[in-house]
């Protein structure tokens, strides 16, 4: 499985923008991006995936490089809920049917009042 | 809509017993993975379960297995209990039309396991 680096931890302030930076180097042409967070005491949960293009949804913004190297989590304005643990994990779209997730270490993030 | 529902969500066991954990996905989806959380290797893959199947499996010894039923709830057991199992155990389901790795997965809230 194609590795993801991300730092250990990072911190903002509430309602400033935060950009969680992932790197991974050797994805290959069939991986997929995902990013998911883990809320203190909670299960993961998906924030947003994508391939090539820069994608947007009601939780976040992932932006990605032109050669695909590396990739850009950005919580537009973030708030104290948004305090996580955040997985940057690449999926072979080419392992049909299969729900694999391979978690690395991820970013802790605190968020300031 | 319900969520993934996972019991018992505490348990305490001691070292060789075994231990049973379930999930109930929700509703109209068929494949259901497992993961195991600890804070020295994180999370980590067990097994995954569609239709009933195996169809995919981490590196995990034999001693942690599983099961799928025709209502896609879910079972993993843990047999031989170690201190080291301690751990939050996951399940996570997604729906059938899912795009090939492109679908999320919805995680309970686990099971936390403490082998004593």
């Known amino acids: 499985d194609a590795k993801t680096t991300q730092p250990n931890s990072m911190e903002s302030n509430e309602e400033e923008p935060v950009h969680l930076p992932c790197n991974h180097s050797?994805?290959?042409?069939?991986?997929?991006i995902h990013w998911y967070r883990q809320l203190p005491s909670q299960g993961p949960e998906y924030v947003i995936h994508?391939?090539?293009s820069n994608v947007n949804n009601r939780m976040a913004s992932l932006a990605i490089a032109e050669d695909r190297k590396s990739s850009t989590l950005i919580l537009h304005r973030a708030t104290l809920r948004d305090a996580a643990v955040y997985y940057c994990i690449l999926r072979d779209r080419g392992i049909q049917g299969a729900q694999k997730l391979v978690f690395g270490q991820g970013t802790r993030l605190t968020i300031n009042p | 809509k319900a969520g993934v529902t996972q019991t018992p969500r505490y348990l305490i066991k001691t070292r060789g017993q075994q231990v049973t954990l379930s999930c109930s996905p929700i509703s109209g989806h068929r494949s259901v993975s497992w993961y195991q959380q600890t804070p020295g290797q994180g999370l980590q893959f067990l097994f995954e379960y569609f239709s009933e199947t195996q169809r995919n499996k981490g590196n995990f010894p034999g001693r942690f297995s599983g099961r799928q039923f025709s209502n896609s709830r879910s079972e993993m057991n843990v047999s031989t209990l170690e201190l080291g199992d301690s751990a939050l155990y996951l399940c996570?389901?997604?729906?059938?039309?899912?795009?090939?790795?492109?679908?999320?997965?919805?995680f309970g809230e686990g099971s936390r396991l403490t082998v004593l």
């Open positions: 994508g391939l090539t």
């Open positions: 996570a389901s997604s729906p059938p039309t899912a795009s090939r790795n492109t679908g999320e997965l919805f």
């Open positions: 050797t994805i290959s042409g069939t991986d997929y």
